[in-house]
């Protein structure tokens, strides 16, 4: 959970984690009890860390998940039980930092003095790096202070490398377990629209970046801020056979209008509505990837499906894309016109998956995907 100045209840949570944390680690420097545990840490339990928690095949392990969150730290509890912790809970954290592991999609408080007690700490980002830091050199020391980075793919490494000016020896080219999942379960397409009432759909997954506060983003053509985007949908979906999922970054939220016009609308879904076993099954569900600044296209090409750009404006032109995110060979939406041809395409399954295996070599050239879960396992029982 990101600190966001103006809510109170970001004071009462990072306060209250704060002083938990400080007690709970001057108490595990006195008792050096460890378990075999292994923590995931992160904003949300998507993604890598959901695969890690959810598959069977990590069962061998004992694996807990913390957030910040209280709202998810409650939803997720009423499912998962006691293998989900707040430190806002003192024994609960305690017993997290007994771990012998953590697994964090995102910074971890105080790693430096959590790595003193002798936890293993290991870096799985939630993708492939799409933004160069302005800080090159904090972010390194960030990256060093891990035991593992766990990358993405080869052309990620070679981001961090030429790009981040890393050179960092913990750099280790694993893969991605959702990438895994993702391969295994596209035989589970069919199952997964007829469990959402979608067979016989064509389904077209909008999934663009996080708006980042930009007005000139949220007002823009195609903004899934911008009711009259939908507008545009509803009416050129109706009377087809041809279905729109919205997946909106997790940071992000829509207007209360949007939700009911979604929610009137038999054409139009959010994620939140998919019955799934995981996030990413939506790109298993989809006929076509329609996203902008975001790096889920990557993911995406190992379904050999077809992939447009949308013209949206960058929410963020201060910053400095990675070349994952620049000059991208893959087909453009510029205008409502080509929105309206892509939609008559799939309409009639002209759609081509134009340069996707091009794009799948240059950035994952022969990786095996489908031996992550086991590498991990080894890492996981070696430690």
């Given at each position: ?162 790009e981040l000016l890393c050179k960092t020896f913990n ?141 949206n404006p960058d929410p963020d032109p201060q910053r ?64």
């Amino acid at each position: 959970m990101k600190f966001n100045k103006y809510k109170i209840s970001h004071y009462f949570v990072f306060i209250i984690s704060g002083i938990n944390y400080f007690i709970a680690i001057l108490l595990k420097s006195f008792i050096r009890e460890r378990n075999n545990n292994i923590l995931l840490f992160g904003q949300k339990l998507v993604g890598n860390l959901e695969v890690i928690f959810k598959d069977s095949r990590f069962n061998k392990n004992n694996i807990f998940f913390i957030t910040l969150n209280y709202r998810d730290y409650l939803n997720l509890k009423k499912i998962y039980g006691n293998r989900i912790l707040t430190p806002l809970n003192i024994l609960q954290l305690f017993k997290g930092l007994g771990s012998k592991m953590v697994v964090a999609s995102h910074g971890i408080f105080l790693h430096k003095t959590i790595k003193k007690l002798g936890i293993k700490t290991i870096w799985c980002p939630p993708g492939i790096w799409g933004v160069v830091p302005k800080n090159k050199k904090k972010t390194i020391q960030d990256l060093e202070t891990f035991d593992q980075v766990w990358l993405h793919s080869p052309y990620d490494k070679k981001i961090v490398q030429d790009e981040l000016l890393c050179k960092t020896f913990n750099l280790n080219i694993l893969g991605f377990p959702r990438n895994q999942v993702l391969i295994e379960n596209t035989k589970n397409k069919d199952e997964l629209k007829a469990r959402n009432s979608l067979t016989g759909k064509k389904i077209i997954l909008y999934a663009p970046t996080s708006n980042r506060g930009s007005k000139q983003y949220m007002d823009s053509e195609f903004s899934l801020y911008n009711v009259d985007f939908y507008k545009l949908m509803i009416e050129e979906l109706s009377n087809t056979n041809i279905n729109l999922i919205i997946k909106t970054h997790p940071k992000d939220s829509l207007s209360k209008e949007i939700k009911k016009l979604v929610k009137d609308n038999e054409n139009l879904f959010f994620q939140d509505d998919m019955d799934v076993n995981y996030d990413y099954d939506q790109l298993i569900m989809s006929d076509i990837l329609i996203t902008d600044f975001s790096t889920i296209y990557v993911d995406y090409l190992l379904l050999d499906k077809p992939i447009y750009l949308i013209n949206n404006p960058d929410p963020d032109p201060q910053r400095k894309l990675s070349s994952i995110l620049t000059n991208i060979n893959l087909p453009k939406i510029n205008d409502k016109k080509d929105l309206i041809n892509m939609i008559e395409k799939l309409k009639l399954d002209k759609l081509k998956s134009d340069n996707i295996e091009n794009l799948k070599n240059v950035i994952y050239g022969k990786q095996n995907h489908l031996k992550t879960i086991d590498r991990i396992n080894k890492i996981f029982s070696s430690s």
